[in-house]
């Protein structure tokens, strides 16, 4: 591959042309990629082998000598030598913060994917023998996994906690981030008693007979705790936000939406972006309520204060919702009741009169309501929801979201089209997982129906893909395999997952102009078409000539493009001696 800039006679790249001979009435391009097999996503001319881009959009997409036209004086030209390419990808739903602050901030990481209760004993004893003992000497961090204690016939409970830790305040995250164990010291600095109420949005487990709490705090009822620590601090938060944007920029994504952010989180989000590191266009959903850390200026921003934070590569127009739990929790709301219950459906976190009149407000006001619905049931009471915010304000308003989508009813499918809500799904989480955990709670029948993203597409709906990092794995392209094979990259263990697989076309189509429709721009972006924003990837593979199986998840992207703007190399090949706005040529070790 070969990269130049025009002198007195252009000769390679399949171009030549006197440098000071383009066309008068055709402006010269900053920059010309040629001589690639560039996949468009534009059903109209899927394939081209050359772009043009000038001022950061196409100005010039078909063939090498097409756009031979627009190489000028100043014109950047790349051969691509062949490479694939396509337009950049869109991650609709992660938590970059929640993956990276707390090690700037100097929380507890066990460390370990599956920790037994003795590895997470040790990690919090050694993390207590090492931390200062200030700021109430909270012993905080993350994971523990409930379900290996009770592989281990361990109760966790505050009493295990305070075995160990009886001093100091003590909280750890379970890997779901569905629940939080805490000690007695933990509860008592949050005021957290037997006569506590439960929040609407999550709940406190508690003895059955004294109702003191037990140390387990469900959903939003942890944000208590994390009400009575200190705030994460906003260095931490700042390079957490500056280090996912550049992971991003270099897994090829272009787009993508950080959910649960409160004014410290956009204050860290703004503050990268005037710096010119924010190498993703990012839309941000404000926490609606409590659910992971408290927002206390939540009602200034939905006011109006939100657009402060405005700019072309950054918007807080959105706000997230948490509707029910997680299955690991038996909390999703389902729309019958669990396997071996009776009348146990899960926790609805909010009351649907609740439901209905937030999302028919935000309708009103513009602002996308981004859902977490795991639960059919969640999933069900949304779209009336959002079929009344239809009927009140009328149907062309903003296109709502349905996050994880776990568990889909049948006859839901064709009303993501009909009400133009977006559905997104969670697949790099698929593998690795403990699926035989999830059928054991989910039942085989509503595992046949998890992640159903062929029924959306069938039905003429907008399906997106979200990793939800750090609760999945932070790699997108994790999830692009598995939607089209539903089968494990790495090996045969866990089989094949449930659900019929799309196709490439499909996935790619799910990756890029319908996430670009998630975020309301597929009139500028999602694929490669004239006047549209140069948002292009260059993989070390052809996708098309790949077999899916093992060979799409360890995709790797060589170049990133964002607006014309060159915001990831991964070996150098493409800055020339220039050494543009290049963010990184290694990616981060995760």
């Not at 000690?183 to 508690?206: F, M, Q, V, W």
């Not at 219950?341 to 309708?363: F, K, Q, Y």
């Not at 392209?477 to 094949?496: C, H, K, L, Q, S």
């Amino acid at each position: 591959m070969t990269t130049s800039r025009t002198d007195n006679t252009e000769t390679s790249h399949g171009i030549t042309r006197h440098a000071d001979q383009a066309p008068a009435n055709l402006p010269s391009a900053d920059m010309v990629l040629t001589n690639g097999r560039i996949y468009t996503v534009d059903e109209q001319q899927p394939w081209v082998e050359a772009v043009a881009i000038k001022g950061g959009r196409f100005i010039a997409v078909g063939t090498s000598e097409d756009v031979s036209e627009r190489v000028g004086e100043h014109t950047r030209v790349i051969d691509l030598d062949g490479r694939f390419a396509m337009p950049g990808i869109y991650d609709m739903h992660t938590h970059p913060d929640l993956a990276l602050a707390p090690g700037y901030a100097g929380y507890l990481d066990v460390g370990i994917e599956d920790p037994t209760p003795e590895q997470v004993k040790q990690a919090m004893l050694d993390y207590a023998a090492n931390a200062p003992a200030d700021a109430e000497g909270w012993v905080y961090g993350a994971y523990f996994v409930r379900y290996t204690f009770k592989q281990a016939g361990i109760v966790a409970n505050r009493e295990w906690l305070d075995s160990f830790l009886p001093d100091r305040p003590a909280a750890i995250l379970d890997r779901s981030w569905g629940c939080m164990l805490v000690n007695s010291k933990a509860l008592e600095l949050a005021g957290i008693n037997a006569d506590t109420p439960d929040p609407r949005h999550g709940y406190i487990e508690r003895d059955s007979i004294t109702g003191e709490p037990t140390g387990i705090l469900v959903d939003g009822a942890y944000a208590l705790i994390h009400a009575a620590m200190p705030p994460t601090p906003a260095h931490a938060l700042q390079r957490a936000y500056g280090e996912a944007v550049n992971f991003q920029s270099g897994r090829g994504v272009v787009g993508t939406k950080f959910v649960h952010v409160c004014e410290h989180r956009l204050d860290a989000l703004k503050a990268i972006d005037q710096r010119g590191k924010l190498s993703v266009r990012v839309e941000a959903a404000i926490s609606w309520q409590d659910d992971i850390f408290p927002v206390k200026r939540r009602w200034e921003l939905m006011a109006g204060e939100r657009h402060f934070y405005r700019s072309s590569r950054l918007n807080a127009n959105a706000v997230k919702f948490h509707f029910d739990g997680t299955h690991e929790s038996r909390s999703s709301f389902l729309s019958s009741a669990w396997p071996g219950e009776s009348s146990w459906r899960g926790h609805l976190n909010l009351t649907p009169e609740h439901i209905t009149d937030m999302v028919a407000d935000m309708d009103r006001k513009g602002i996308r309501v981004i859902a977490h619905c795991t639960g059919d049931g969640a999933s069900d009471l949304f779209l009336d929801a959002v079929a009344e915010a239809r009927r009140r304000n009328g149907p062309n308003g903003v296109r709502h979201q349905c996050a994880h989508c776990t568990t889909l009813l049948d006859e839901n499918l064709p009303r993501f089209k009909d009400l133009n809500v977006i559905a997104e799904f969670s697949p790099v989480g698929w593998y690795p997982s403990s699926f035989s955990y999830a059928r054991a709670v989910f039942g085989e029948d509503r595992m046949q129906r998890a992640y159903n993203f062929k029924g959306i597409l069938d039905n003429g709906g907008t399906a997106v893909m979200g990793t939800d990092w750090p609760v999945s794995g932070f790699d997108p392209w994790v999830g692009f395999e598995a939607m089209i094979t539903r089968e494990n990259p790495w090996g045969d263990e866990d089989g094949r997952f449930y659900g019929e697989p799309i196709s490439l076309e499909q996935a790619i189509r799910v990756m890029t102009i319908n996430g670009a429709k998630a975020m309301e721009i597929e009139d500028r972006a999602g694929s490669i078409e004239l006047g549209k924003f140069a948002d292009m990837i260059v993989l070390d593979r052809n996708l098309f000539e790949a077999e899916p199986r093992g060979n799409i998840h360890n995709t790797r992207v060589e170049m990133t493009l964002l607006e014309g703007q060159l915001v990831w190399d991964a070996h150098g090949e493409f800055d020339g001696t220039e050494h543009e706005a290049i963010w990184s040529r290694e990616m981060p070790d995760f």
